[in-house]
């Protein structure tokens, strides 16, 4: 009878424990939804003589960049994906993955820094360096915001 009630015990006490880990894993679930939600959205677009890129990147509660960017330069397949970073002051680094034209089985992933200047995002360019096949900016190398084609000006919001 010891043994019945004991293994009773343990069953309800396992039983407790699984209820509160669903609990907490909810409430994680929660806040990082939270963390997400969009702020505020701004739009971009950048011409250079027969070049457009389009621009619209998310502002996230958690500081985070997201959003999505196309990029149509003469006599290239378009280039369509979605950018993901943050700013470090002035400057918003990130990260751009994309196909370039109909071909949807291989996707790039670049790395990008803008230079935020009262209504436009300047799109700097910087010596790159790739190592375990990921591409980043050299670390100590500066970037030039100065010598560049592409400046993205602030435009409305065309859904």
Do not use: W
Request: aromatic share 8%; hydrophobic share 35%; charged share 30%.
């Amino acid at each position: 009878m010891k043994k019945i009630t004991l293994f009773c015990l343990l069953l309800a006490c396992i039983g407790l424990e699984s209820c509160k880990k669903d609990q907490s894993e909810k409430v994680a679930k929660a806040a990082k939804a939270k963390a997400e939600e969009t702020i505020s959205t701004e739009c971009y677009k950048a011409l250079y003589e027969k070049d457009t890129i389009n621009l619209k990147i998310n502002t996230l509660k958690n500081g985070k960049i997201t959003g999505e960017m196309q990029m149509m330069v003469l006599d290239m397949p378009v280039k369509h994906g979605e950018i993901a970073g943050e700013f470090h002051g002035d400057t918003l680094f990130a990260s751009y993955t994309f196909i370039q034209g109909g071909y949807e089985k291989k996707t790039y992933k670049n790395p990008m820094a803008f230079l935020k200047k009262g209504d436009e995002l300047i799109i700097g360019n910087g010596k790159l360096m790739t190592t375990l096949g990921a591409t980043h900016f050299i670390k100590g190398e500066p970037i030039d915001f100065d010598r560049v084609k592409y400046k993205l000006t602030k435009v409305d919001c065309v859904d």
